[in-house]
């Protein structure tokens, strides 16, 4: 899933080519806006944590674009590619 601000950085063109350059295949994409709901449901393991009704209100700012993925090890392709949650721990150039 792409989350709002690449939604919103208009980045989602450059992401989409970057897993398709790593041999990836874009097999679905759908332009979603996430409820809060959803958001709370998707989140739920952060539910106790402080930071969650920021998370929720983020993920519910702005269309997030969901996608489905196929490819040879494409979980961690992506992850690769996308680097770590922590922006501290992530190699440079991942989204």
């Given at each position: 899933m792409m989350k709002p601000d690449a939604v919103q950085r208009r980045l989602m063109g450059k992401i989409l080519s970057?897993?398709?350059e790593k041999g990836l295949q874009i097999v679905a994409?759908?332009?979603?806006?996430?409820?809060?709901?959803l958001a709370k449901t998707h989140y739920g393991?952060?539910?106790?944590k402080p930071f969650f009704p920021s998370l929720v209100e983020?993920?519910?700012?702005?269309?997030?674009?969901?996608m489905v993925i196929e490819g040879?090890?494409?979980?961690?392709?992506i992850r690769k590619l996308v680097g770590?949650?922590?922006?501290l721990e992530a190699d440079l150039g991942t989204t």
């Open positions: 970057r897993f398709e994409c759908k332009l979603i806006q996430i409820d809060e709901d393991e952060h539910a106790e983020y993920i519910t700012s702005s269309p997030s674009l969901a040879e090890e494409a979980i961690t392709t770590a949650t922590n922006p």
